[in-house]
């Protein structure tokens, strides 16, 4: 939970009520938005003189309205209590690195998950490697399927990827909503350009995702490098919405009636091979899929440049009006992450339109 170990996904923490705290308990209710505290906590039992770890998660999820949070190399061992590590409002589900490597220390993968969302771990569907599965009923009564991943990076990348798409072929046979994020440690791949690789094991993996029908979600990096090691998947992105700034209501500027028509195009040649699924639907799928990641790509791109345009020269674009759009420049506005006892937070939102 140190700035350098960092998160991954960002967006917008809502406060607890004052009703919240003095009741000292969430209503019964379960939430129509599930928002995702994502950590890679390197110990999350780790107590120096700089920091305390347990104490600074709980003060986190008592603060803030966290429905599932996802801890990356937990370095929990038998011996430590779930009530140690998450408060009684969670259930925890957690995959210990001695269930796959014995005596090795690091690792661990923990999710806790709102005590109104039922919940349970699949492990009939994990595979001999950091990764948890796990069930939830989230809002609408909808089964979504959790993958968590922690992958060494001292470990076989094609052996991973093997094990993962196992997993993958599993989860796929029961369940339609697949949410997949974790630290793959993967730094070479450039999630902008997946046309550009840099070696096959790359390649494999890139492939395998799509095979899935998995979309990337992230676009914040995950340190001063630039590089991306933590990633979200949504095999259904026209389901879900994640905001890497804040919660919004309507859609980008940029994201223009030609977009939302291919966004739809795009949604129903997924159900269509879903139904059928049959290799030329799917191969027909994919080729459209990555057409219309390229043009909303070139159409962010042109914003980013008129965006550049309007602050040098001072100037509004016509479409800023019209969406209402006011330009406002703060002091240090380059910092995109909250701080809170020295911890970045991020924080992801998962949206249900059914």
Not at 5 to 16: M, Q, S
Not at 273 to 301: C, E, G, I, Q
Request: aromatic fraction near 8%; charged fraction near 25%; hydrophobic fraction near 35%.
């Amino acid at each position: 939970m140190e700035a350098d170990t960092g998160l991954v996904i960002c967006g917008k923490l809502n406060k607890y009520t004052e009703d919240h705290h003095e009741n000292h308990q969430r209503p019964g209710t379960p939430p129509n938005k599930l928002n995702c505290l994502y950590l890679n906590a390197r110990s999350v039992k780790s107590v120096t003189n700089k920091h305390n770890k347990p104490v600074e998660l709980q003060h986190i999820l008592s603060t803030f309205e966290v429905h599932l949070v996802t801890i990356m190399e937990t370095w929990l061992t038998e011996d430590v209590l779930d009530s140690e590590v998450l408060p009684q409002n969670m259930q925890c589900h957690r995959k210990d690195r001695s269930e796959t490597r014995q005596s090795v220390r690091g690792g661990g993968l923990s999710l806790g998950i709102d005590n109104r969302l039922p919940s349970k771990r699949r492990p009939d569907l994990e595979c001999e490697c950091e990764i948890l599965v796990c069930e939830i009923s989230g809002p609408s009564c909808v089964n979504i399927d959790i993958i968590l991943v922690y992958r060494p990076p001292s470990s076989d990348c094609a052996t991973f990827t093997s094990l993962l798409d196992e997993t993958l072929c599993k989860v796929s046979a029961e369940y339609s909503n697949i949410c997949l994020l974790g630290d793959f440690n993967m730094p070479n791949i450039d999630w902008h350009a997946l046309d550009i690789v840099s070696s096959t094991a790359d390649a494999t993996f890139i492939q395998m995702t799509q095979s899935h029908a998995l979309d990337q979600l992230n676009t914040r990096a995950s340190n001063a490098q630039g590089t991306f090691l933590d990633l979200l998947f949504f095999n259904d992105i026209l389901n879900y919405a994640s905001d890497c700034y804040c919660e919004r209501s309507h859609d980008p500027v940029w994201f223009d009636s030609e977009a939302r028509n291919l966004v739809k195009r795009k949604r129903t040649m997924y159900r269509k091979a879903k139904r059928n699924n049959t290799a030329r639907l799917w191969r027909r799928y994919k080729d459209f899929n990555n057409s219309v990641k390229t043009v909303l790509k070139n159409k962010h791109k042109k914003f980013i440049s008129s965006l550049g345009n309007s602050i040098s020269t001072g100037t509004v674009p016509i479409q800023w009006k019209k969406a209402n759009v006011v330009l406002i420049f703060k002091k240090d506005d380059s910092k995109v992450f909250m701080s809170i006892d020295n911890i970045l937070i991020k924080i992801v939102s998962f949206y249900r339109n059914i």
